[in-house]
């Protein structure tokens, strides 16, 4: 079963996001996926921010009278129509509930892969990525 949650961590300036943008490039370019789509979580998570971040790149547009349930459904149903799509959620602080965004299930789901960046490797524990972290550490200056 291909693995389809990871996460990347490491402390701030070492890379995290720079390596995220060029793996989502690289993945587009040689078809492993449709879309890679980056979303920036922050400190505060905003659902329909969150949501915002991820459809536009889908061509997806929410209507203003969509509920929060209806907007998950619908991003849902977006996610989950045969395309391979990369979320690339970056500078998350705390857990999210996929549920709650509109992101299916990393369990049961192959068509939407996660990509988690953070500092904090409890983070990676808590949204389940406990076989798949890669930590990244800061490079020494002649390596970078």
């Known amino acids: 079963m291909m693995r389809i949650m990871i996460a990347l961590h490491g402390r701030g300036g070492s890379g995290k996001t720079t390596l995220a943008v060029k793996v989502g490039e690289i993945v587009e ?11 920036t979580v922050s400190n505060n998570p905003d659902v329909k921010m969150i ?8 061509g997806v547009e929410f ?21 391979r799509v990369l979320i690339v959620l970056d500078d998350v602080w ?10 299916p299930s990393a369990h049961n ?19 389940g990525c406990q076989d798949s972290i890669i930590k990244l550490d800061i490079l020494p200056e002649n390596e970078a």
């Open 109 to 127: 789901h192959k068509g939407c892969c996660i990509l988690i960046i953070t500092h904090d490797m409890n983070v990676c524990r808590l949204m």
């Open 94 to 103: 705390k857990m999210l509930k996929f549920e709650d965004i509109g992101i």
């Open 29 to 39: 370019k040689e078809k492993h996926f449709d879309r890679a789509v980056m979303v």
């Open 51 to 58: 949501q915002d971040q991820i459809v536009k790149p889908l």
């Open 63 to 83: 209507k203003p009278e969509e509920n929060d349930l209806d907007r998950a459904k619908r991003l849902w149903s977006r996610l989950t129509n045969g395309e």
